[in-house]
């Protein structure tokens, strides 16, 4: 094994340990590096026997077991009793993370929900609530103390504490403060929203927050439909339409990690209607949930995915206009495979219910693309059902833990 090769564990992300070998300065930070490989192994695929681990790593049998013990002795880990036959014919011990005590607290802000976890090592939800907002409510202040109210009781529930806490938004996102610049469908411009969490919840533990759709592909790409994929198209929103894209194995952040925003895609600028974003005719214009229910002649407040599954089984009116909503979500879906020739599109967020009833003419429009790209994309559904950008935001707050393992000791 090189320096520049990859760790067998699953994809690889700038955020995780780099792979076994990699040249570090001391043998200190070698140890504390290939503590981080390991964690992160068991956090991917759960309990692992420690040959397994020493197969997958790279890395000696003897560091193997002198690391993992440090893992265990640290509360990170169970050793459990040897189960089948190690490499060399002796039974091998069975490392598992320590899922009910070392947990991340995971919130996703959406437009009409929030949505708090507790999410163990090993991506585990252990306890997750929910509680509906209205739209046009979202803000500032009352969307905290909404978070506020579903963090307390899984906090007591827990009895100890996060090692850390992430947060999914539907909007960009930068800055080290958890600096929201926009997000349009809540009426966010510049909201420090991670440094003004960690007041209302009064704690000194860092709060990382990430755009839903780069959390949602993360999360795909590490444990869910797309986990064999390396260039992947995770679909996000609850009322407009986000996105994550993840190209060669690494997310696409752009330059100042603003990439991914597929809902502004112009796709009809000139009958489309006007977007919060201020441009005319972006392709959430047409396929959001405003766009569905003005579509449909539905009443506002009503659930875009069941407005579409009516009115395809009914007249001809109703038909007519789910196959509009259909053309166009397959109009940009197109874009995207011509653009980034993706292995998966995954249909997330408000898409998530859609497809199913839309899904004949997506791919009537998808058949438009150039064949190429065409003939290599598939189109799923997520696999972690609609829990794909709360369990992002889990890794988010699980990074520094697996970056080094002791040095955040819980
Ligand atoms: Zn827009």
């Avoid at 690391?67 to 039974?91: I, M």
């Avoid at 992947?232 to 060669?248: D, R, S």
Wanted: net charge neutral.
């Amino acid at each position: 094994m090189t320096g520049t090769d990859r760790v067998d564990g699953g994809p690889w992300l700038p955020w995780m340990p780099g792979p076994v070998g990699t040249p570090a300065v001391t043998q200190d930070e070698m140890r504390r590096h290939n503590l981080g490989v390991l964690l992160r192994l068991l956090h991917v695929r759960g309990a692992t026997s420690r040959s397994d681990l020493t197969a997958v790593s790279g890395l000696n049998r003897s560091t193997v077991k002198a690391l993992t013990t440090e893992l265990a002795d640290a509360g990170l880990v169970l050793e459990a009793a040897p189960v089948g036959r190690g490499g060399a014919g002796r039974p091998s011990i069975l490392v598992e993370p320590r899922s009910e005590q070392v947990w991340a607290l995971a919130v996703d802000i959406g437009v009409e929900h929030v949505a708090a976890a507790r999410i163990g090592l090993g991506g585990r939800v252990l306890d997750r609530r929910e509680t509906r907002q209205p739209r046009g409510r979202g803000d500032v202040p009352q969307v905290l103390r909404r978070v506020q109210g579903l963090v307390e009781p899984l906090l007591a529930a827990a009895g100890r504490d996060p090692v850390g806490i992430g947060v999914a938004v539907p909007g960009m996102v930068g800055g080290p403060s958890g600096l929201v610049r926009l997000a349009p469908n809540l009426s966010w411009v510049d909201v420090p929203l991670g440094r003004l969490l960690a007041a209302e919840l009064g704690t000194s533990l860092p709060v990382a927050v990430g755009n839903e759709g780069d959390l949602g592909v993360m999360a795909e790409h590490l444990r869910g439909v797309a986990a064999d994929a390396a260039d992947v198209i995770y679909l996000a929103g609850e009322v407009g339409l986000g996105g994550g894209i993840i190209i060669g194995g690494r997310p696409l952040t752009g330059a100042g990690g603003y990439a991914g925003e597929i809902g502004h895609m112009s796709v009809n600028p000139a009958t489309g209607r006007m977007c919060p974003c201020g441009r005319r005719g972006c392709w959430e214009t047409e396929v959001g949930a405003d766009a569905v229910l003005l579509a449909t002649g539905a009443p506002a407040g009503s659930a875009p995915a069941e407005v579409l599954a009516a009115q395809a089984a009914g007249g001809r009116a109703g038909r007519a206009a789910v196959r509009r909503v259909g053309r166009w979500l397959g109009v940009g879906v197109a874009n995207l495979v011509n653009v980034f020739n993706p292995e998966v599109v995954i249909f997330g967020g408000l898409t998530r219910r859609m497809f199913p009833v839309l899904e004949q003419y997506v791919r009537a429009e998808l058949a438009s693309a150039l064949p190429a790209p065409r003939d290599q994309v598939r189109l799923a559904l997520p696999g972690l059902d609609g829990d794909s950008s709360l369990i992002g935001a889990a890794e988010l707050a699980f990074a520094p833990l697996l970056g080094d393992p002791l040095g955040a000791r819980v």
